[in-house]
């Protein structure tokens, strides 16, 4: 016999042995029962602007006063999830055991985004223009971040809850389930949303406010130079 006729052999022998050492009540759960569900939805938000607040306001909001790099625009939001939970439960009155196959839903978002563009800066003005241009790129890597937190929790989730259901005894199963997403998946999803802070930190580099000073022929340069005066 050939060596990997034997390894075949051996393995299709443990796969059976395995099965074999099923209780009936592992058997009832893991064949009868439905499979588990992870489902991730996300939710894009548009955004509103604030034109009421002095750029000195913004730059004491964002802590930047140390490095002498003002904010001349902010904007404001945060990462959002919540969970629903269920799924079919099997009783074993003879161990006292239960088995759960989760079914959870995830639902992803960001708040409601607010642009802030400092009211030195009016309305329709070239500068006004640049500076929200600015703060729609901080959006949108707000949402791309967002796609991202979306596909990387999609994967942690169903290969986490795809495969055997959760055995707990009789009358803590949700429970178990609703501690491990409390305890586990929410921290990591917040870890996956604040990766998000890298790329904003990308955008608001002294290269793009010094560019930012020379735009509109000098006037957001101009408008800073009287107020500081």
């Not at 999609?154 to 803590?172: V, W």
Request: contains cysteine; aromatic residues 8%; proline residues 5%.
């Amino acid at each position: 016999m050939k060596p990997w006729m034997a390894c075949l052999l051996l393995l299709a022998a443990a796969s059976v042995q395995a099965a074999q050492q099923r209780t009936p009540f592992q058997v009832r759960c893991e064949d009868t029962i439905s499979k588990t569900v992870s489902v991730l939805s996300s939710k894009q938000n548009g955004f509103t602007i604030n034109n009421q607040l002095p750029y000195r306001a913004l730059t004491a909001r964002t802590g930047s006063m140390d490095n002498r790099m003002q904010t001349l625009g902010l904007t404001v939001t945060k990462g959002i999830y919540r969970a629903t939970l269920g799924g079919p439960v099997l009783q074993d009155p003879a161990s006292g055991y239960e088995c759960v196959a989760p079914r959870v839903t995830i639902q992803l978002n960001y708040s409601p985004v607010l642009i802030y563009v400092g009211n030195e800066f009016m309305p329709g003005t070239c500068a006004y223009k640049e500076i929200l241009t600015h703060e729609q790129r901080h959006l949108k890597a707000y949402m791309d971040n967002l796609a991202r937190v979306e596909k990387v929790v999609t994967a942690a989730l169903n290969k986490r809850f795809a495969g055997q259901p959760m055995y707990a005894p009789s009358g803590t199963a949700m429970s178990a389930l609703e501690h491990e997403i409390n305890g586990t998946w929410f921290p990591f999803i917040q870890a996956e949303f604040d990766k998000g802070k890298i790329e904003q930190a990308r955008i608001d580099t002294p290269q793009e406010y010094a560019r930012l000073a020379q735009t509109c022929n000098g006037e957001i340069a101009a408008i800073m130079n009287r107020r500081r005066k």
